[in-house]
Nanobody, 116 residues
Framework: QVQLVESGGGLVQPGGSLRLSCAAS????????MGWYRQAPGKQRELVAV???????NYSDSVKGRFTISRDNAKNTVYLQMNSLKSEDTAVYYC??????????WGQGTQVTVSS
């Protein structure tokens, strides 16, 4: 059974930092394109960052220069380092694992709230 478990969310002040983790079981993330997505209330889910094989990365324009995606294949975990957080980064953040044309796997999400 495949599981993606996100953690590291919480409440942070504007300008602060958080590091999200996505621990995978049942798959080897080294074979997958791993991504972070987010969904704010009343909005569609949107791409935040992806990391492929080898470790090529891509970011949405709204987070470029502030967020960094990385992977540790030995720990089967993907990370999202989020710096200089803004109120508009408030959302539920989801981890996704994709392999070719197969149906992707999603985590259950972790809430990030940026507020003073």
């Amino acid at each position: 059974q495949v599981q993606l478990v996100e953690s590291g969310g919480g409440l942070v002040q504007p300008g602060g930092s958080l590091r999200l983790s996505c621990a995978a079981s049942g798959i080897m993330i080294s074979r997958y394109v791993m991504g972070w997505y987010r969904q704010a209330p009343g909005k569609q889910r949107e791409l935040v960052a992806v990391i492929g094989n080898p470790d090529n990365t891509n970011y949405s324009d709204s987070v470029k220069g502030r967020f960094t995606i990385s992977r540790d294949n030995a720990k089967n975990t993907v990370y999202l380092q989020m710096n200089s957080l803004k109120s508009e980064d408030t959302a539920v953040y989801y981890c996704k694992a994709a392999l070719g044309m197969l149906i992707p796997y999603w985590g259950q999400g972790t809430q990030v709230t940026v507020s003073s």
